[in-house]
């Protein structure tokens, strides 16, 4: 072996060298989530990625009598059905006409599998906690409620989506074709 060889070799043996533990500990100690990033119109919306149990191509639904208009209705998954929401509605802007380019974001809120019906995923993204900023607070909205913070990522601000906060804030308020019992 030459000269040259052994010392480039010695020169990639030394950066391949594990990290020691003060490096580890520096990397443990930034606190950093990854979300999934999905578009509904032109706003961009992330979601914590341990949330999610899968991404599926948009399909037939069925829909149930006596719900809120976001909730489209339910799909069949693995002999499970899944309550479809549809963001862009909850969020106030109006019902999605589904497309095939269209899909359904499973997640987890607490005990229950819950589909949101957004425009497309766009990314995976991972942000330290320190970057997140809160939501400001000009005028209490539905739509702000749903969000537990923003971030900046290249050209977009991101708006964090609260799940707990997407079934708790459909209970406290009835929708405006959800019969209401006469006493």
């Given at each position: ?54 991404i ?19 799909c ?39 589909g ?5 995923v ?50 406290e ?11």
């Amino acid at each position: 072996m030459s000269e040259q060889a052994a010392a480039q070799d010695a020169s990639i043996a030394r950066t391949m060298q594990p990290f020691s533990r003060a490096d580890d500990a520096t990397i443990a100690s930034v606190d950093v989530t990854q979300f999934i990033t999905f578009v509904i119109g032109d706003d961009h919306y992330g979601i914590d990625i341990m949330a999610v149990r899968e991404i599926k191509d948009w399909t037939a639904i069925r829909h149930l009598p006596h719900q809120p208009d976001y909730v489209r209705g339910i799909c069949s998954l693995r002999g499970a059905f899944i309550p479809i929401i549809d963001l862009r509605c909850r969020f106030g802007q109006g019902l999605t006409e589904p497309t095939p380019l269209h899909v359904f974001i499973i997640v987890q809120i607490d005990r229950r599998q819950v589909g949101l019906l957004v425009d497309r995923v766009s990314d995976i993204i991972s942000v330290e906690a320190a970057n997140i900023k809160e939501v400001p607070e000009v005028q209490q909205t539905r739509r702000l409620g749903f969000l537990s913070g923003l971030v900046n990522v290249d050209d977009a601000t991101i708006g964090l989506i609260n799940l707990d906060s997407i079934l708790a804030m459909a209970a406290e308020a009835p929708d405006k074709n959800t019969p209401v019992p006469a006493h």
